[in-house]
């Protein structure tokens, strides 16, 4: 069964440091997602990405992220300057289709920011 | 220094029972909604769906429910396993957004044997 890939998992960084954290999402899927969950919290919704672009994004996803497909198969998640309240799992998702979709996850980064 | 987190909601349940998990949905125009399966050091896993044009919807051992009157949402476990033992969120989405899911807290499930 197809499945979403991430690595690492996990990742230590120090604060001010710039970390990519890659997706490989399921091949014939079209609308890819970056969530986050802090630890002992409900997971949050990041950003979406359609077509080779943002086509939504939350309030926690400032200047200091960005996302980029640069090639068919990955899907990245860089954090340029990071915080210490970037530590959290990032999940990557995604889907055929939009909406009414199953989003399928991948098994998370732990991002540990020291 | 101090934790600080959510406390989520608990459910234990003895092997073979079945259990119910409850969620209020915060969106009336939401209009799609899951159920996910989190076990520890995981990511979310899909269980089970349903449109906001459907009140009930059936998978094997699972079923959930929605009133939207009351934005209300239930998960229905039947012959809980140990297996089971999760945490549970339920998830919305408006289906003319990208497909953004908007998770609710969560529910800590212990199924004893």
């Known amino acids: 069964e197809p499945e979403v890939t991430q690595t690492p998992s996990h990742q230590v960084t120090q604060m001010g440091q710039e970390v990519i954290l890659r997706c490989v999402p399921i091949s014939n899927h079209l609308y890819f997602y970056w969530y986050r969950q802090i630890l002992g919290q409900k997971v949050e919704f990041l950003v979406s990405f359609y077509n080779n672009e943002i086509s939504e994004k939350s309030e926690i996803f400032d200047d200091q992220f960005s996302v980029e497909r640069p090639d068919g198969s990955n899907f990245t998640l860089k954090i340029r300057s990071t915080k210490l309240e970037d530590s959290a799992m990032y999940f990557c998702a995604s889907t055929r289709r939009t909406g009414a979709g199953e989003q399928y996850f991948g098994p998370g980064t732990r991002l540990t920011v020291t | ?113």
């Open chain 2, 1 to 113: 220094g101090e934790s600080v987190g959510l406390h989520l909601p608990t459910l234990s349940v003895q092997e073979g029972d079945n259990s119910i998990i409850n969620c209020a949905y915060s969106n009336s125009a939401s209009d799609y909604f899951i159920w996910y399966k989190q076990e520890s050091g995981k990511g979310p896993q899909f269980i089970i769906d349903i449109r906001s044009n459907m009140d009930k919807r059936q998978g094997q051992r699972v079923t959930v429910l929605l009133n939207k009157t009351v934005k209300h949402l239930s998960l229905q476990i039947a012959a809980t396993q140990p297996g089971d033992s999760a945490v549970y969120f339920c998830a919305e989405n408006i289906d003319t957004s990208y497909g953004k899911l908007t998770f609710g807290q969560g529910t800590i499930l212990t199924v004893h044997p």
